[in-house]
């Protein structure tokens, strides 16, 4: 009796299972693509870091809770204004806007816009917005800052 032709069905039965184990050991894994979608756009998270960097700083002076207070201020508009041309890319418009939400809640049949004071308006206003905020206090007063960026010219 020929034992090799026996020898050769075991082989072909072995690399069978093998290769069926090894394809259910990759299939365990989990691949996840290449490509993450998320809610936020990159300006978005980059100004959302530019405010909440601001808001950790404490003021050198002594006169406002954080650095992101005193430059909300009229005073310091220059400043802030500095900060956020270094921290966003060349070419980006964007608009600094100062709600006074303790005047808006004493007065809510006027008009937000009414309570709005305008730190830096943008020239231009194209595409879609990236908007980012935090609330502050200033002299007992609730503001809201608004940090609106619209595109990026490159």
């Known amino acids: 009796m020929n ?29 996840s693509p290449n490509i993450t979608k998320t809610e936020e756009n990159e300006l978005e998270i980059l100004g959302n870091g ?49 709600v006074d939400i303790s005047e808006f809640s004493k007065h809510p049949e006027n008009s937000i816009n009414d309570h709005t004071t305008i730190l830096k308006e943008a020239l231009v206003k194209v595409g879609k917005e990236a908007r980012s905020s935090r609330i502050i206090v200033i002299d007992g007063n609730i503001y809201k800052v608004v940090l609106t960026m619209f595109l990026t010219l490159r």
């Open 50 to 98: 530019i405010l909440t960097s601001l808001e950790g700083v404490p003021d050198n002076l002594e006169q406002y809770p954080s650095l992101l207070a005193r430059y909300s201020t009229i005073d310091y508009k220059d400043e802030f204004k500095d900060y956020v041309n270094r921290s966003l890319p060349y070419g980006t418009m964007y608009e600094i806007s100062l």
């Open 3 to 31: 034992n090799s032709a026996q020898i050769h069905v075991l082989e072909v039965i072995v690399v069978a299972g093998m290769l069926l184990m090894s394809l259910y050991f990759v299939r365990t894994f989990e691949f």
